[in-house]
């Protein structure tokens, strides 16, 4: 069993994507077992981003993370990780396939619409940043053995 760290980007907010797009993810199966709309602060972004501190996009990067409300989010199930970031699709929208949120949704890889961890171990780190243990809502959906046998 795994845990994913899903962050749906400010343009995703404001594009009014956040329904359209908490529908894929919910669609695939994962539990979700947090959320939470929220600003990111300048604090945050740089403790998410920080692998990415010395890259030429980082300060335009914190700034697309920190200029709106984003939508944060916590989901669990086998493969979580795997299987979230393949509905995100590649990093550049332009490169994204169609089906996928960003080959869908996206064209500017500067407003890319959602993040998603892309290992276990950069889950359980950025889950740390946005949630405490406690907001962790542990409970069993009713169409669970119809979605893991
Ligand atoms: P990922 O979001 O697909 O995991 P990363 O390489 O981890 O991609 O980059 C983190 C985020 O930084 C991207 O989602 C995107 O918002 C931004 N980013 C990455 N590369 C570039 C770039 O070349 N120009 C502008 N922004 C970029
Ligand atoms: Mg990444």
Known sequence: MEREFILLK???VQRGLVGEIIKRIENTGLKLVAMKFLQVTQDMAEKHYAVHKERPFYPSLVKYITSA?????????PNAVAKTRNIVGATHPK????????????IDIGRNLIHASDSVENATYEIGIYFTEEEMVSWDPIRQPWVVE
């Open 10 to 12: 400010p343009d995703t």
């Open 69 to 77: 409300p984003t939508v944060a989010m916590v989901v669990e199930g």
């Open 95 to 106: 490169d994204a396939t169609p089906g996928t949120i960003r080959g869908d949704f996206g």
